[in-house]
């Protein structure tokens, strides 16, 4: 009998995510919303190039408890403005930080860089993160070219012109009461690879011949001329777990290994990546474990962060290659 099992991320219900995209401007955001109005959350960067928003207030020395909401986008810095939709609509709700000048919602967001898509000139920004917060609440979420990971691509250490499509995923699993999931755009310099056997799905590639180019490789023979500063994978890990700010911080950091088992190479100065966890409070739950599911689910959501994604602007996707 096995004592861990799959789940889906709307198993987890403490939680509801939505999707919002500007499909001609390959660029969308993915709120993510605890029902209880607030949540304790941490978080991890290890990238060297983040855009993110209330980041300090996750600090575990910072006194505020509770996030009304995550917001994972693309739109670079740009995307940013997305959480000022997301914070007015929460207002109109009476959802924030109590003040004697009414609430302030408390919203952290990390953007993703893909402005080299089809237009730059069209970014996340409050009207998207208004829409993407109505289908929070309708818990719209669906893996693929949608939300954050319309803009999404992959294995760019050679350039643009040898990236492929990516997108955003999740995955889930359940240990008795305990519930831990992952939900990650996937948008990298590096190769992406299965963490159950190691083999390459996606990452640079030769468009006349299909056949992978090797990003590593491309690190230690370009090295100076390796500039692009246009990645950063983002993601959330989401639990029903009981910890505080501190005990998430380590989960999301635990969380960075699923990322290094299936993206090489990672955490580079020309990435942002960065890792929320969030917890509902409702099940006590050893912190090794979570996080060792937090790996589990983040490398899981990766890979189907790229076998969900669609061909889109020319940009060729794992379903082009099987």
Known sequence: MTICKKISMQDIEAFTIGNAEYVEGATGCTVILPKKKGATCGIDIRGGGPASRESGLLNPLAANDSVNAVILSGGSAFGLEASIGVMEELEKRGIGFPTANGVVPIVCQSCLFDLEMHTNSIRPDKALGKLALENAYLNNYKDGNFGAGCGATCGKAYGSEHMMKSGIGSAAFQVGDLQVGAIVATNCMGDVFDYTNGQQIAGALDYDTNAFLNCEEAFYTMQANLT??????????????????????????????????????????????????????????????????????????????????????GIKAYKDLH
């Not at 999301?252 to 917890?279: K, L």
């Open 228 to 313: 692009q500063h246009t990645n950063t994978t983002i993601g959330i890990i989401l639990t029903n777990a009981a910890f505080n700010k501190t005990q998430l911080t380590k989960i999301a950091s635990m969380a960075h290994d699923g990322m290094a088992r299936s993206i090489n190479p990672i955490h580079t100065e020309f990435d942002g990546d960065t890792i929320y966890a969030m917890a509902s409070s409702e099940v006590q739950a050893d912190i090794n474990v979570v996080g060792t599911l937090a790996a589990k689910a983040f490398s899981e959501a990766i890979t189907n962060s790229i076998k969900h994604a669609e061909t889109m602007y």
